[in-house]
């Protein structure tokens, strides 16, 4: 192992984490990420499980089906991270989940009846949220 230390002024242009723009916005969204999630917890959602809920009722708010990957293209999530998501909320009751007949790799997503109710009453709670965080 060697023992030659770093040149921090060769290797960045910052003298600190804190000055990193891409730092300071990673920190910034792992706090507010980490802050949602604890108003979240009484309605037993994480703030991922919300997103995926928000943009489906959001994508199919004309009638349309909406399809997992166009969640994920919404997102910008990865695929199996939404996946995953998916999967817990179908468990919970939340969404339903229907493989598309045009095309056996897409799956048509569609909110509950539960799963709108839960989201009539995440939607405040995350605005309020994003209101005063942002403020």
Not at 22 to 41: K, P, V
Request: hydrophobic share 45%; with cysteine; aromatic share 10%.
């Amino acid at each position: 192992m060697s023992t030659e230390k770093l040149d921090w002024g060769q290797i960045s242009a910052f003298s600190e984490p804190k000055l990193s723009p891409g730092f300071t916005l990673w920190h910034d969204f792992m706090r507010w990420q980490r802050e949602l999630n604890a108003r979240l917890r009484p309605l037993e959602l994480t703030q991922p499980q919300f997103a995926v809920l928000a943009v489906c009722a959001w994508l199919s708010r004309e009638g349309h089906e909406v399809t997992q990957y166009a969640i994920v293209d919404f997102l910008g999530m990865d695929r199996m991270h939404i996946s995953q998501i998916a999967s817990r909320l179908e468990q919970n009751g939340l969404i339903e989940r229907k493989m598309a007949t045009t095309d056996i790799r897409a799956k048509h997503v569609k909110l509950t009846e539960k799963g709108q109710k839960l989201l009539a009453q995440a939607m405040p709670i995350v605005e309020e949220f994003d209101r005063a965080f942002f403020s």
